[in-house]
């Protein structure tokens, strides 16, 4: 069985006098340990798609089953209690408590579990060394850097062990070098056998993940190799985004 | 990046829904009212300006209606403690009804004063009564050589006043009939004039001045009565009725205390009116132009003022809730406002709506009670100066300050419910997207 079964979802926001169409059908599946890049322009749905993945948002029509369960059946209680428990979640804007220490944000999934405070404090240190912070715990997040900030959300995503790492834009608010050690960190927790979605509009990070689904105005219209869809893209995009793209590409190659 | 071997990081599948024990749910919200707590006192610290503007609207409002009902219950008191002195069998035949409304005024002013013909109408053709005792007094300087007290209450009377009201002689004798008869130059005199004057002597003998010439020698002590309104009552000297009608003048009128025996008040009361209607030569259509007081009249009165006190109390009660209510909402309001973004991140991660309506009315309630905390010490404060600095005693009672720990604690409850309910209320992207 797959973890997440999209069966034709479709998404539409009522503005009142026009109804707009967010998602128009969306159907593919994810397996458990799948590393999967969701690419789209900024208008295309994704951020819509990220919702409903998230059990933040329900569809308007069609059928959302996480490990065979449809998400819509479930209160609002237990909709908070799924993301708590399979969802890990790392946004664009870190979204860390500002007043929290590094250590204590971790923490917080935890305490909505009901996980006492030695053994939350214990799996939050792990979560931390995971992510290479063990040394940055008592620091509040103006004290951390822009990649430590988004170390830190990844270690209070995985802190639950959830069956799902669901980032948007993880790397949108950083400097490209900070970006690629995240995207590192990714690839390396995806070597572990994490299931990751990750959401982005930019291809070339698309095309580092194992398998890319393209959306394009609430339509999946390429599912394949991360590498596929994104060269797919910069061709729609025309011969000059190829051309970046594969210098991109190289250089990248290139840097280590 | 850490290489150390970790443990693997997600589970293998298993069914979404999560059974919770009853015993993980406690274990839940405990875990979550912790951290509640300690967010919103970090809220609170991190707006100290905000929160202390709050929280002293609160206190003064608080302290407010303590004093308020302070001063009433000290009020009462005292007037119990002034009554049972008096005993509740005594009568008081007077000029004024006690305890009547301002409008009888005009009816009881031009009535005769008690004189002493009265007095000895009373004393000569009642059966009844255990113990009659005319009462008439005025505030004098007392002096005894070359040291004066003012203020002293000086009282005239006669035998009968130590059974009418419950005095006790410490030392010498009281007043006699003869003393009346004669008009003698003797006093008993309070406590307070033995300590004032007689340190080390013998006051039994000596001779005091009270007021511009009445000079009198010294036949007995009172033992120390203490004080009633926070007034001394022991700084008095008591003199024959009859001396203190030559010295003071017999204009202000006399009020006669008549001790019934106990179980006969009402028959004495109309022995006691029969004998002075019959003094004053009223024909039976003729109305009383004297009247018989029974303490409870007093009592009444009393009791109608307190309870003005008490509803102006609870107005200022109602009053003071509000205002400080509104004030922890509308900090609330500012506080969900400000976080909307942290709801919404709370509730990505798990957090349910009660989970965010608990930490808002935790706030709420934290806001409420430090202030309701803050009236209560600033109240026992001023309990503390107007008891040693005005003779009304204060003191302020437990369960004034349970009762106002308690009571902010609920306003807390009451106010931040509708904030605090707007912020579990909203719908988590939309909290998530909030700019």
């Known amino acids: 069985m797959a973890l997440i079964e999209l069966d034709h979802i479709v998404?539409?926001?009522?503005?009142?006098?026009?109804?707009?169409?967010?998602?128009?059908?969306?159907?593919?599946?994810?397996?458990?340990?799948?590393?999967?890049?969701?690419?789209?322009?900024?208008?295309?749905?994704?951020?819509?798609?990220?919702?409903?993945?998230?059990?933040?948002?329900t569809p308007s029509a069609?059928?959302?089953?996480?490990?065979?369960?449809?998400?819509?059946?479930?209160?609002?209680?237990?909709?908070?209690?799924?993301?708590?428990?399979?969802?890990?979640?790392?946004?664009?804007?870190?979204?860390?408590?500002?007043?929290?220490?590094?250590?204590?944000?971790?923490?917080?999934?935890?305490?909505?579990?009901?996980?006492?405070?030695?053994?939350?404090?214990?799996r939050a240190i792990d979560a931390m060394r995971l992510v290479g912070l063990e040394d940055r715990?008592?620091?509040?997040?103006?004290?951390?850097?822009?990649?430590?900030?988004?170390?830190?959300?990844?270690?209070?995503?995985?802190?639950?062990?959830?069956?799902?790492?669901?980032?948007?834009?993880?790397?949108?608010?950083?400097?490209?070098?900070?970006?690629?050690?995240?995207?590192?960190?990714?690839?390396?927790?995806?070597?572990?056998?994490?299931?990751?979605?990750?959401?982005?509009?930019?291809?070339?990070?698309?095309?580092?993940?194992?398998?890319?689904?393209?959306?394009?105005?609430?339509?999946?219209?390429?599912?394949?190799?991360?590498?596929?869809?994104?060269?797919?893209?910069?061709?729609?995009?025309?011969?000059?985004?190829?051309?970046?793209?594969?210098?991109?590409?190289?250089?990248?190659?290139?840097?280590? | 990046m850490s290489e150390a071997a970790l443990p693997a990081l997600q589970r293998p599948e298993h069914d979404l829904r999560p059974r919770i024990s009853w015993f993980g749910k406690v274990r839940r919200v405990v875990n979550e009212l912790r951290d509640a707590v300690v967010q919103a006192a970090v809220s609170l610290v991190s707006h100290k300006l905000r929160a202390a503007l709050t929280i002293m609207g609160i206190a003064i409002g608080i302290m407010a209606v303590?004093?308020?009902?302070?001063?009433?219950?000290?009020?009462?008191?005292?007037?119990?403690?002034?009554?049972?002195?008096?005993?509740?069998?005594?009568?008081?035949?007077?000029?004024?009804?006690?305890?009547?409304?301002?409008?009888?005024?005009?009816?009881?002013?031009?009535?005769?004063?008690i004189s002493t013909l009265d007095l000895h109408a009373l004393q000569q053709n009642t059966t009844l009564p255990l113990a009659i005792a005319p009462m008439i007094s005025t505030n004098a300087t007392v002096s005894y050589g070359s040291r004066d007290v003012k203020g002293v209450e000086v009282r005239g009377t006669v035998d009968g006043y130590l059974d009418a009201t419950g005095w006790v002689m410490r030392r010498g004798r009281f007043l006699t009939a003869l003393d009346e008869e004669?008009?003698?130059?003797?006093?008993?005199?309070?406590?307070?004039?033995?300590?004032?004057?007689?340190?080390?002597?013998?006051?039994?003998?000596?001779?005091?001045?009270?007021?511009?010439?009445?000079?009198?020698?010294?036949?007995g002590i009172f033992a120390r009565k203490g004080n009633s309104f926070g007034q001394s009552q022991d700084l008095r000297i008591i003199v024959p009725l009859s001396a203190f009608m030559r010295t003071f003048g017999s204009k202000r009128g006399?009020?006669?205390?008549v001790v019934a025996p106990e179980g006969k008040v009402r028959?004495?009361?109309?022995?006691?009116?029969?004998?002075?209607?019959?003094?004053?030569?009223?024909?039976?259509?003729?109305?009383?132009?004297?009247?018989?007081?029974?303490?409870?009249?007093?009592?009444?009165?009393?009791?109608?003022?307190?309870?003005?006190?008490?509803?102006?109390?609870?107005?200022?009660?109602?009053?003071?809730?509000?205002?400080?209510?509104?004030?922890?909402?509308?900090?609330?309001?500012?506080?969900?406002?400000?976080?909307?973004?942290?709801?919404g991140v709370r509730r990505a991660l798990g957090a349910r709506r009660s989970t965010i309506l608990m930490q808002f009315l935790c706030e709420a309630v934290m806001v409420a009670v430090v202030g309701g905390l803050f009236g209560i010490s600033l109240a026992s404060g001023l309990a503390w100066l107007i008891d040693t600095l005005s003779p009304m005693p204060a003191t302020i009672d437990p369960r004034v300050v349970i009762g106002g720990v308690v009571g902010s604690a609920v306003l807390g409850v009451v106010f931040g419910l509708w904030p605090a309910l707007s912020a579990a209320l909203l719908q988590p992207i939309e909290a998530l997207r909030y700019e």
């Open chain 1, 11 to 57: 998404k539409t926001y009522d503005l009142g006098l026009s109804k707009v169409p967010a998602l128009r059908d969306i159907h593919f599946n994810i397996a458990r340990g799948e590393f999967v890049a969701i690419v789209g322009q900024s208008g295309s749905g994704k951020s819509t798609l990220m919702n409903i993945l998230g059990c933040l948002d």
């Open chain 1, 62 to 122: 069609g059928q959302y089953r996480l490990s065979g369960r449809d998400v819509s059946t479930l209160s609002d209680d237990e909709l908070a209690d799924v993301r708590n428990l399979e969802i890990g979640f790392v946004f664009q804007s870190f979204q860390l408590l500002p007043r929290a220490s590094a250590l204590e944000n971790v923490e917080l999934p935890l305490i909505y579990r009901g996980i006492g405070k030695k053994d939350r404090r214990e």
């Open chain 1, 137 to 256: 715990m008592k620091h509040k997040p103006a004290e951390l850097s822009g990649g430590q900030r988004q170390r830190v959300a990844i270690a209070r995503a995985l802190v639950t062990q959830p069956s799902l790492l669901l980032a948007d834009e993880p790397t949108g608010n950083l400097d490209s070098k900070t970006g690629e050690e995240i995207v590192g960190l990714f690839l390396e927790l995806h070597s572990r056998g994490n299931t990751i979605i990750l959401v982005t509009h930019e291809p070339k990070l698309a095309a580092r993940c194992p398998r890319a689904v393209r959306i394009v105005d609430g339509l999946v219209i390429a599912d394949g190799p991360g590498r596929d869809v994104a060269i797919a893209n910069a061709e729609a995009l025309g011969a000059e985004a190829l051309a970046q793209f594969l210098a991109a590409e190289k250089a990248q190659g290139a840097r280590p």
């Open chain 2, 66 to 113: 303590i004093i308020i009902f302070m001063v009433e219950a000290g009020m009462s008191s005292g007037f119990a403690k002034q009554l049972s002195t008096l005993g509740p069998n005594t009568l008081f035949v007077h000029k004024w009804k006690w305890g009547a409304s301002g409008n009888d005024w005009w009816k009881y002013k031009d009535r005769p004063q």
């Open chain 2, 182 to 219: 004669l008009g003698a130059n003797v006093c008993i005199i309070g406590a307070d004039i033995e300590d004032a004057f007689f340190k080390g002597i013998d006051p039994l003998g000596e001779t005091i001045r009270a007021g511009p010439n009445l000079r009198c020698s010294i036949i």
């Open chain 2, 254 to 257: 006399l009020v006669v205390a």
């Open chain 2, 267 to 343: 028959e004495t009361e109309d022995e006691v009116t029969a004998v002075m209607r019959n003094a004053r030569h009223l024909a039976p259509d003729q109305e009383e132009n004297f009247s018989v007081n029974r303490q409870d009249k007093l009592l009444e009165s009393f009791n109608g003022m307190m309870m003005a006190t008490n509803v102006t109390g609870i107005l200022v009660g109602i009053i003071t809730a509000l205002v400080a209510g509104i004030g922890i909402m509308n900090i609330l309001l500012v506080s969900v406002k400000e976080r909307t973004r942290e709801i």
